[in-house]
């Protein structure tokens, strides 16, 4: 017996193979169909669905026959297993897997299906909601992490969900009527969220439990080399159907993150932002920019990481006769994202100011989306300021040819104050220059930098006031004529004497910079420490001198080598700012550029309410470790139906990690294998699995491809005699799964084990391997030669714990 934890170490030897295989008259596996002793992950095994087990085959057949099925796979319903909330009734499933455990198997399969359960049925999905998402999606947890509680010591495999391709307007519906279908959701945009929980759940309490996406079927075409369209749709996670995300970063020792990304927003603005995480949450938060004119798209990305609902109140402040405030309430559900497009909520043609209060904590983004003038196109995202200021600085900005620079300023006080404005150049550019603005009260200032200073100058600014305001510095730019887009920073409240950037790369379609204002009176030297992504080298040192009261512009790719992942650390014993403006031709398909704020310190924990996977965006968490000892970190992702993921990962020491969102919680993220379902002829079962790997593999999807379900096909009712005995014996034999080992498949589960009553299938379409009353068809032989050849693995216990 094993315990599931337990490593295999039986294996037949080749030539008893080969001896039993021409006994049986089956093809031999051969020593490559062999797996050496290793866990349940690396078996090669034919299992067998047996439904009702305990009253039909343990009480029908002899247990002669029932050693034989080794490898059981188990459909479980969540409406049969928790009637009720909170209530979780393990009777029958309890007999079934104790029956099989009692003769002796190797290996259990669990598919984890539904119906929902009446008493979370969503309404809103009428007469799909028996098999759609519940009301609440912790709920689908809370049951896979309560079967995995459960069973995690005798089950190997879990699937999530059957056959979620046959949704409510799949093909299956049209072709025979809304009662076939077994996802009551949409399968390209609800799958997803049922798969990452399930996983989630499953992996937080049986690590070792191999978790299956469900079959990606769609269509019952005989052709071998079709099938795979689904899957490769919802696989690309850079192209499908989108899922917006928030994260909350907690590690065990001060780190510093930021999240690019890189975008076609609706497939016609290219581009990409960026921004420092928060490292608090707070119940206020402003931005000075905005705008719903012609060509602008304006977002607001609400993050509620509290587990309880909080409300926030809006206050829209526009420009110059665009008419009054404009207030707004928006309820944010426990650990959630909400998303809020502005332009709906003020209308169009506005520049807009806002500012966000609540009474419990919360952190918010604004994303922008836009075509400049109508001919440079991309988008920026800020992090709002979680407070007013007197003195807001800028170390970035320029009015070079190809640059349009602009200062947004909201005033949210009830009177007008005075901002004084000091622009500082880059060498040889010529003394500070000063201006003075007037702010009306409860409003927001637009100003265009080029018109105060002149072109072709690289310009630093320095904004204060006796009344607390609120500054951002948007820019919209050609980048050397070729890389059009824009980028947008909440300025500095305080120079700091440490800087640190997350992010940062000299590949090739990347330009990057360090933009350093020196607000001192005297000249400053600046050290920098360059970190560099994993295998890339070691730490780079470096030194810097400002000038007194100037902008200093350092092209990193300069400084370091080509194709490097870099973060940077920079310190000084006075008082300074940095920015890190980057330009890019993102995979030589999405040009434009982006830019932040520094991070003027370490912290160990950070929020970002912006974030999305798919939709034609590719989301990344840059994590850059200063400490001399590895970090462990764990993020936590806000979904807006509630949906709660977390991952842990690990920061090398004095380095800088980049995780692929869309990978990490996407479908490659969110399963160890994909199953699939032959509905094929079974002469095609095995060229249908060569292609679908070969197509899989060819598009980067490198999970192993496991065949959970294959049977007589019930679709072939035109061909005369295919419902013969005999055609089934070859089925389940050489022709059928014979070719499914052949094309490399290495775990296959039979659909099933016995006839339903009074002797077929629903359909008169398929045989079990046994007949109702218990007497085996032809075929269980060929089962039993194939078990014969493989493996038999070391035995579970005989019951559970």
């Not at 070792?208 to 269509?219: A, D, E, F, K, N």
């Not at 003394?431 to 637009?446: E, I």
């Not at 948007?474 to 997350?502: I, L, R, S, T």
Request: hydrophobic share 35%; glycine share 10%.
């Amino acid at each position: 017996m094993r315990l599931k934890s337990i490593q295999g170490i039986f294996i037949l030897t080749a030539v008893f193979v080969l001896a039993l295989s021409l006994l049986v008259g089956l093809p031999g596996l051969g020593q490559d169909g062999l797996e050496a002793a290793g866990g349940a992950k690396d078996w090669t095994l034919l299992g067998l669905d047996a439904r009702h087990y305990s009253t039909n085959m343990a009480a029908k057949v002899s247990l002669s026959d029932r050693q034989w099925i080794r490898h059981h796979k188990v459909y479980m319903r969540w409406d049969q297993v928790q009637p009720s909330q909170g209530t979780y009734d393990w009777t029958f499933f309890d007999q079934e897997i104790n029956s099989r455990l009692a003769d002796g198997c190797d290996s259990i399969l669990l598919l984890l299906h539904g119906g929902t359960p009446a008493w979370c049925q969503d309404a809103s999905y009428g007469d799909f909601a028996p098999k759609a998402p519940p009301t609440n999606l912790a709920y689908w947890y809370d049951f896979c992490a309560a079967v995995a509680q459960r069973y995690g010591p005798v089950v190997d495999f879990y699937e999530i969900w059957n056959e979620p391709g046959w949704d409510r307007d799949s093909w299956a519906v049209q072709e025979f009527g809304p009662d076939i279908y077994h996802f009551g959701g949409q399968v390209e945009t609800e799958y997803l969220p049922i798969l990452q929980l399930g996983y989630a759940a499953i992996k937080d309490n049986d690590p070792t439990g191999q978790v299956m996406c469900g079959s990606l079927i769609y269509t019952l075409t005989d052709d071998p080399n079709v099938g795979a369209d689904l899957t490769l749709q919802l696989f690309n996670e850079v192209d499908r159907p989108g899922q917006n995300v928030s994260v909350e970063v907690k590690a065990d020792k001060p780190i510093v993150a930021e999240r690019p990304m890189y975008f076609n927003y609706s497939g016609a603005w290219s581009g990409g932002h960026d921004v420092l995480g928060a490292n608090a949450a707070s119940n206020q938060w402003y931005f000075a920019e905005g705008c719903t004119r012609g060509g602008f798209d304006q977002w607001l990305c609400l993050q509620n990481p509290n587990t309880t609902a909080v409300t926030v109140d809006a206050t829209y402040m526009f420009g110059p006769g665009q008419g009054d405030n404009q207030v707004a309430s928006y309820d944010l559900p426990p650990n959630s994202r909400t998303t809020i497009k502005v332009n709906d909520q003020v209308g169009p043609d506005k520049d807009v100011s806002l500012a966000l209060t609540s009474s419990g904590d919360f952190i918010a983004e604004r994303p922008m989306y836009f075509n400049y003038n109508g001919v440079w196109s991309g988008g920026h995202d800020v992090l709002g300021a979680d407070a007013a200021s007197g003195w807001w600085y800028f170390a970035e900005g320029t009015t070079r040819n190809g640059f349009d620079e602009y200062l947004c300023l909201q005033n949210p006080n009830p009177e007008a104050i005075a901002v004084n404005a000091t622009y500082m150049f880059g060498p040889g550019q010529g003394g500070n220059q000063a201006m003075s603005y007037t702010l009306p009260p409860n409003s927001r200032t637009t100003i265009k930098v080029n018109d105060q200073v002149g072109p072709e100058k690289d310009v630093s600014v320095a904004l204060s006031s006796s009344g607390d305001f609120i500054a951002e510095r948007p820019m919209y730019f050609n980048y050397q004529g070729v890389w059009a887009g824009g980028h947008d920073v909440v300025g500095a409240n305080q120079a700091g004497k440490d800087w640190y950037f997350a992010e940062g790369t000299t590949r090739n379609g990347f330009d990057e910079y360090l933009c350093l204002q020196n607000p001192n009176p005297e000249a400053i030297a600046v050290n920098a420490t360059y970190m560099f992504g994993p295998g890339q080298g070691d730490n780079q040192l470096m030194s810097y001198t400002l000038d007194p009261h100037s902008r200093t512009t350092i092209k990193v790719n300069d400084q370091v080598e080509p194709e490097k992942d870099v973060s940077v650390a920079l310190t000084s014993d006075k008082d300074f700012i940095a920015e890190r403006p980057m330009y890019f031709d993102y995979n030589g398909v999405w040009p434009g550029g982006h830019d932040v704020l520094g991070a003027n310190g370490a912290s160990d924990t950070w929020y970002f309410a912006e974030g999305c996977t798919g939709f034609s965006i590719q989301e990344y968490l840059c994590l850059q470790n200063p400490n001399p000892e590895a970090v462990a970190v764990d993020l936590t992702f806000m979904m807006i139906r509630g949906e709660v993921l977390e991952k842990r990962v690990a920061l090398p020491p004095n380095s800088r990690t980049t995780l692929d969102i869309n990978m990490l919680i996407g479908f490659h993220g969110s399963c160890d294998m994909l199953a699939i379902h032959p509905y094929k002829s079974p002469w095609n079962w095995g060229p249908h699995y060569a292609y679908m790997t070969r197509t899989f593999q060819a598009h980067n999807i490198r999970h192993e491809v496991t065949v959970t379900e294959c049977g007589w096909p019930n679709h072939h009712d035109t061909v005369q005699g295919v419902y013969s005995e005999e055609k089934q014996a070859e089925a389940i034999g050489a022709q059928g799964i014979g070719g499914l080992f052949g094309a490399g498949c290495k775990k296959i589960w039979v659909y099933r084990a016995m006839d339903e009553d009074p002797g077929t299938s629903w359909d008169d379409a398929y045989y079990g391997l046994f007949k109702y009353q218990g007497n085996p068809h032809p075929s269980w032989y060929q089962y039993v030669g194939w078990q014969q050849q493989l493996p038999d693995y070391p035995n579970l216990p005989n019951s559970l714990p």
